[in-house]
C-alpha cells in the first residue's frame, strides 16, 4: 500500500472540507473493494476521509412507504433490518446475499453504488426498485446514477448520504453468482411497482440496464410464462473466463424467470 | 505520518503508534505480538485473519488499524479463560476439527459470531456461514461438527 494522510472528520461538511482540500482524495467507507485495491497498489490517493465517524450516516428506516438506507449502512443491518424485511423483503435478502459474512459486517451501500463495480448486487436494487440516491448537494434517480463501467453521476467531493427504497408490491433479487467471489455473473431484480414492471439486470454488461421487452412483457401478465421465451441481446456483454456473452443473455432470461416466480409466490 | 490509535484488545487498553496505512492485522501481529490472528491469502477471501470488532467478525486483513479506533477488539487469544479453552475452541479439539491448523483461528472466531446470531444453527447454516472461512486441507466436515458442539456446549447441552 502506498502512503497516504488519513482523516476521522466527525461531520458531512468536515469530510466535504477535507475531500475538497486533498490533492487526490478518497472517500473510505466500508473498505472492502477500496482497502484491497490499495494494497494492490492499483489505486495511490494521497488523502483517505473516512466516514467512519459521522453520526447519522448509517441506519435503516421508514419514510412513509419507503425504505430509507443510510450511506454508512453495513450490508448486514439492510439485510437483519426489521424495517427492510417487512416492507422490501427482496432487498434485504439481496443484502444477505453480498460476499460473504465478514464482507457484510464492514462492507457499504454507499461504498457499493459509489464504486459501481457492474457486477455488484446493489446496483439492481437501485435501479430494479426505482431507487433516489441522495448526497450532500442533490437527489439524483435511480435510473440515472450509474453512467458507465465504474462511472456514476457523482460530481467531484460529492458524498452519498442515503439511499431511498419505494416500497414496491412485490419483487425478488435472483443471481447467479461466482462461486469464488459472489459477485453476480448475473443478477435480476424484478419489482411489480405500484407504476409498472422494472426488470434490473446486474453482472452482464458495463454497468446495470433494464430489460425493456421483460417490463413490457410483464405489465400484462406478472408471471414466468410471459417471459418465457423473453431473453436480452448478447450484443456488449461482458465475457470472461467465467461466462461468455451469449452464456450471460440466457442467464438473464432464467434469472428474471426465477425472480418473477419468486414476487409472484410472495 | 505516524498516527496514535488506541482500543481495547481482548480487554486490555492499548495504545499503539503505527503508520496510517497500517493494516488491523499487522498492528495485532506486529505491534501486539498476537500471532494467532493469521494472514492466509491477504486478499480478503481465506477467512484466517478473522476477529470480532465490536462483536462482530470482520477481516482484520481488509481493515485499517485506524478504523478500530476506540474499537472493542477480541482475537482467538482472548477467548480461553486462565488457560480453560472457550466451548468452542475445546469443541475443534474434541472433534478433530482441523488438520494444519493454520485456518482453526479464523474459523473459531467466524464460528462466535455465527452463534451470537443464531445459537442453534443447523449444519447447512454453518456451511453457508462460513462462505468467507477457506481450508485448504478441505477438512469442511469435521469444521462443521465442531461448531455445532461448540454451539450446543455454549447453550449448555453435553
Same mark, same amino acid.
Not at chain 1, 37 to 48: E, V, W
Not at chain 2, 12 to 18: D, L
Not at chain 2, 30 to 47: A, I, K, M, P
Not at chain 2, 76 to 104: S, V, W, Y
Given at each position: 500500500? =502506498?502512503?497516504?494522510? =488519513?482523516?476521522?472528520?466527525?461531520?458531512?461538511?468536515?469530510?466535504?472540507?477535507?475531500?475538497?482540500?486533498?490533492?487526490? +482524495?478518497?472517500?473510505?467507507?466500508?473498505?472492502?473493494?477500496?482497502?484491497?485495491?490499495?494494497?494492490?497498489?492499483?489505486?495511490?490517493?494521497?488523502?483517505?476521509?473516512?466516514?467512519?465517524?459521522?453520526?447519522?450516516?448509517?441506519?435503516?428506516?421508514?419514510? +412513509?412507504?419507503?425504505?430509507?438506507?443510510?450511506?454508512?449502512?453495513?450490508?448486514?443491518?439492510?439485510?437483519?433490518?426489521?424495517?427492510?424485511?417487512?416492507?422490501?423483503?427482496?432487498?434485504?435478502?439481496?443484502?444477505?446475499?453480498?460476499?460473504?459474512?465478514?464482507?457484510?459486517?464492514?462492507?457499504?451501500?454507499?461504498? @457499493?453504488?459509489?464504486?459501481?463495480?457492474?457486477?455488484?448486487?446493489?446496483?439492481?436494487?437501485?435501479?430494479?426498485?426505482?431507487?433516489?440516491?441522495?448526497?450532500?448537494?442533490?437527489?439524483?434517480?435511480?435510473?440515472?446514477?450509474?453512467?458507465?463501467?465504474?462511472?456514476?453521476?457523482?460530481?467531484?467531493?460529492?458524498?452519498?448520504?442515503?439511499?431511498?427504497?419505494?416500497?414496491?408490491?412485490?419483487?425478488? =433479487?435472483?443471481?447467479?453468482?461466482?462461486?469464488?467471489?459472489?459477485?453476480?455473473?448475473?443478477?435480476?431484480?424484478?419489482?411489480?411497482?405500484?407504476?409498472?414492471?422494472?426488470?434490473?439486470?446486474?453482472?452482464? +454488461?458495463?454497468?446495470?440496464?433494464?430489460?425493456?421487452?421483460?417490463?413490457?412483457?410483464?405489465? +400484462?401478465?406478472?408471471?414466468?410464462?410471459?417471459?418465457?421465451?423473453?431473453?436480452?441481446? @448478447?450484443?456488449?456483454?461482458?465475457?470472461?473466463?467465467?461466462?461468455?456473452?451469449? =452464456?450471460?443473455?440466457?442467464?438473464?432470461?432464467?434469472?428474471?424467470?426465477?425472480?418473477?416466480?419468486?414476487?409472484?409466490?410472495? | 505520518?505516524?498516527?496514535?490509535?488506541?482500543?481495547?484488545?481482548?480487554?486490555?487498553?492499548?495504545?499503539?503508534?503505527?503508520?496510517?496505512?497500517?493494516?488491523?492485522?499487522?498492528?495485532?501481529?506486529? *505491534?501486539?505480538?498476537?500471532?494467532?490472528?493469521?494472514?492466509?491469502?491477504?486478499?480478503?477471501?481465506?477467512?484466517?485473519?478473522?476477529?470480532h470488532v465490536d462483536g462482530r467478525s470482520v477481516k482484520a486483513c481488509t481493515?485499517?488499524?485506524?478504523?478500530?479506533?476506540?474499537a472493542d477488539v477480541t482475537t482467538i487469544e482472548g477467548l480461553a479463560d *486462565?488457560?480453560?479453552?472457550?466451548?468452542?475452541?475445546?469443541?475443534?479439539?474434541?472433534?478433530?476439527?482441523?488438520?494444519?491448523?493454520?485456518?482453526?483461528?479464523?474459523?473459531?472466531?467466524?464460528?462466535?459470531?455465527?452463534?451470537?446470531? *443464531?445459537?442453534?444453527?443447523?449444519?447447512?447454516?454453518?456451511?453457508?456461514?462460513?462462505? $468467507? *472461512?477457506?481450508?485448504?486441507?478441505?477438512?469442511?466436515?469435521?469444521?462443521?461438527?465442531?461448531?455445532?458442539?461448540?454451539?450446543?456446549?455454549?447453550? $449448555?447441552?453435553?
Amino acid at each position: 500500500m =502506498y502512503e497516504f494522510n =488519513y482523516h476521522r472528520p466527525g461531520t458531512l461538511e468536515a469530510a466535504a472540507a477535507a475531500l475538497a482540500a486533498a490533492e487526490d +482524495g478518497q472517500v473510505l467507507a466500508g473498505g472492502q473493494t477500496l482497502i484491497p485495491t490499495l494494497k494492490q497498489r492499483l489505486a495511490s490517493p494521497s488523502d483517505l476521509i473516512d466516514l467512519g465517524s459521522i453520526a447519522g450516516l448509517d441506519g435503516v428506516r421508514r419514510e +412513509g412507504d419507503a425504505i430509507v438506507v443510510g450511506a454508512m449502512t453495513r450490508h448486514a443491518d439492510v439485510a437483519s433490518s426489521p424495517d427492510a424485511r417487512s416492507a422490501i423483503p427482496a432487498l434485504a435478502a439481496l443484502a444477505d446475499g453480498i460476499g460473504d459474512p465478514q464482507v457484510r459486517n464492514c462492507g457499504t451501500i454507499g461504498g @457499493s453504488i459509489a464504486n459501481a463495480d457492474p457486477a455488484a448486487d446493489y446496483p439492481a436494487a437501485v435501479v430494479g426498485l426505482g431507487a433516489e440516491v441522495r448526497t450532500d448537494r442533490r437527489t439524483i434517480a435511480g435510473d440515472d446514477f450509474f453512467t458507465g463501467l465504474f462511472e456514476t453521476a457523482l460530481e467531484d467531493g460529492e458524498i452519498i448520504v442515503s439511499v431511498r427504497f419505494p416500497a414496491p408490491r412485490r419483487a425478488a =433479487y435472483a443471481k447467479f453468482p461466482n462461486p469464488a467471489s459472489r459477485y453476480a455473473i448475473v443478477g435480476v431484480m424484478v419489482a411489480d411497482t405500484g407504476s409498472g414492471v422494472r426488470v434490473a439486470v446486474t453482472g452482464a +454488461g458495463d454497468q446495470v440496464f433494464r430489460a425493456g421487452a421483460m417490463e413490457a412483457a410483464l405489465g +400484462g401478465n406478472f408471471s414466468a410464462d410471459a417471459i418465457r421465451d423473453a431473453s436480452v441481446p @448478447s450484443d456488449g456483454l461482458n465475457e470472461d473466463l467465467h461466462a461468455s456473452a451469449e =452464456y450471460r443473455a440466457h442467464l438473464v432470461g432464467v434469472m428474471a424467470r426465477r425472480a418473477v416466480a419468486a414476487a409472484a409466490a410472495g | 505520518m505516524p498516527v496514535n490509535v488506541s482500543m481495547n484488545v481482548n480487554g486490555r487498553a492499548v495504545v499503539e503508534e503505527v503508520e496510517e496505512r497500517t493494516l488491523l492485522v499487522e498492528l495485532l501481529r506486529e *505491534n501486539l505480538r498476537l500471532t494467532g490472528t493469521h494472514v492466509g491469502c491477504d486478499t480478503s477471501q481465506c477467512g484466517a485473519c478473522v476477529v470480532h470488532v465490536d462483536g462482530r467478525s470482520v477481516k482484520a486483513c481488509t481493515m485499517l488499524a485506524t478504523q478500530a479506533h476506540g474499537a472493542d477488539v477480541t482475537t482467538i487469544e482472548g477467548l480461553a479463560d *486462565n488457560g480453560k479453552l472457550h466451548p468452542m475452541q475445546e469443541a475443534f479439539r474434541e472433534n478433530h476439527g482441523l488438520q494444519c491448523g493454520f485456518c482453526t483461528p479464523g474459523m473459531v472466531m467466524s464460528a462466535l459470531d455465527l452463534v451470537a446470531r *443464531n445459537p442453534d444453527p443447523t449444519g447447512g447454516e454453518v456451511r453457508e456461514w462460513l462462505e $468467507g *472461512n477457506l481450508c485448504r486441507c478441505t477438512g469442511y466436515h469435521n469444521i462443521v461438527k465442531s461448531i455445532l458442539a461448540g454451539a450446543s456446549a455454549m447453550r $449448555g447441552g453435553s
